[in-house]
């Protein structure tokens, strides 16, 4: 106030000080303490354990031989500004880098991922997307307005019944994949859950270029009254996708076409050993 004073009215300290009735010695006051190791000490603290509170901090400072009182730690701490509360990012483990490979058979991996839009009025919804790596196909598509790892989990159960169970999965670190509900309930049904590095969606690219197209050709393409009206459009879509629609990835067939292929090259190759183990019994009793 002294120098506000003195700045604005251009009169000398000795008169602003007499104004505002401060003594002199007061404004020309310079603290000699110094608070750097307090400082230094506390954010280290803070930093390891996050979401222990003054109190606690303080304790822990007592236990380790240090010797500043409580009045002088709290100064400090409300200085900081550590009594606001403090967001803690989830650590999430370390992911391993897995390359896209074409897979051989029907049910060895399934890719999974959200999306997100909102109908006319404004309200958002989710829309999660299953796929099978082997031949592209459309495994699922379900729109809801909320998908936890519940809801994650019964949409998996009904595809489970319609077209068999994978034995991988590949995913992104969303919570509704993270969560210890739905990593165990993959345990218990030994489904291997791969993780792609964060920040790296291309690791999962087969889903990424299915949600491309979805969106150009669904979410992009109409306005949605209702969450029913997605649910609609996204299955006749599904049905075009699976078995109308040409993929160049395929050799320009459908993936129901490859999937048909593929059982029939099957059923061919259990035919052939079928019929070798019958004429190796049939030499041996000979």
């Known amino acids: 106030m002294a120098t506000y004073l003195k700045e604005t ?8 000080c007499k104004v505002i009735r401060l003594p002199k010695s007061m404004f020309y006051y310079q603290s000699v303490k110094d608070d750097t190791e307090v400082i230094n000490k506390l954010l ?8 222990e509170g003054q109190d606690k901090v303080y304790q822990r400072l007592r236990l380790e031989g240090y010797s500043w009182n409580k009045k002088r730690v709290r ?13 803690t990012k989830k650590r999430i483990p370390a992911r391993v880098k897995e390359p896209l490979v074409q897979m051989v058979r029907p049910n060895q991996t399934w890719s999974m991922d959200f999306m997100s839009d909102a109908l006319e009025n404004g309200r958002r919804f989710r829309v999660l997307n299953v796929i099978d790596d082997f031949n592209r196909k459309a495994v699922t598509v379900e729109a809801e307005f909320t998908f936890p790892s519940f809801g994650v989990i019964q949409c998996l159960k009904r595809a489970f019944e319609e077209q068999g169970k994978p034995s991988k999965i590949r995913v992104d670190n969303g919570p509704e994949f993270t969560s210890l509900e739905f990593s165990e309930w993959c345990r218990v049904q030994e489904i291997e859950l791969h993780y792609i590095q964060p920040g790296k969606p291309m690791q999962n690219g087969y889903i990424e270029r299915f949600n491309r197209t979805f969106r150009q050709d669904v979410l992009d393409a109409h306005l949605f009254s209702g969450i029913d009206q997605v649910r609609h459009i996204a299955e006749q879509w599904m049905d075009d996708y699976n078995y109308t629609r040409p993929h160049e990835a395929l050799g320009g067939i459908t993936p129901h076409q490859a999937e048909a292929k593929f059982s029939s090259k099957q059923a061919c190759l ?17």
């Open 9 to 16: 009215y251009m009169i000398s300290i000795t008169r602003a």
């Open 44 to 51: 280290e603290m803070v930093v390891l354990r996050p979401r």
């Open 75 to 87: 100064r400090i701490y409300l200085k900081l500004g550590l009594n606001l509360r403090r967001k």
């Open 270 to 286: 259990d035919e052939k050993t079928s019929y070798s183990k019958q004429n190796k019994v049939h030499l041996n009793s000979v």
